[in-house]
Nanobody
């Protein structure tokens, strides 16, 4: 089965940029879609972005559109989330997730669309 490991989080200042990485093992990663979610204590996991298996289609939550860029390198079995113009409200644990399917669809924003999750990486943005 696919195993995912996130990295790249840290303590940054508002306006800074970060690049999160999601290293995958297993042969199904390149064949399926991938997503990023984030979560803060006491709140449900929030959809951030998703990308189809080939990296040709993306979908973003309105709250991050224009600042976040999702990408996927199938040759390296790695996904990325490039974050620019960070805001304090972006503070959360960020999770990458491997989807059950290759394509994006109506359920892409739901955690139920994914069957593999990393342990998360903390992003903290100070004012």
């Amino acid at each position: 089965q696919v195993q995912l490991v996130e990295s790249g989080g840290g303590l940054v200042r508002a306006g800074d940029s970060l690049r999160l990485s999601c290293a995958a093992s297993g042969r199904t990663f390149s064949a399926n879609a991938m997503g990023w979610f984030r979560q803060t204590p006491g709140k449900e996991r929030e959809f951030v972005a998703a990308i189809n298996w080939s990296g040709t289609r993306t979908y973003y939550a309105d709250s991050v559109k224009g600042r976040f860029t999702i990408s996927k390198d199938n040759a390296k079995n790695t996904g990325f989330l490039q974050i620019s113009s960070l805001k304090p409200e972006d503070t959360a644990v960020y999770y990458c997730a491997g989807a059950k399917f290759p394509y994006l669809g109506g359920s892409t924003t739901s955690p139920e669309y994914y069957n593999t999750w990393g342990q998360g990486t903390q992003v903290t943005v100070s004012s």
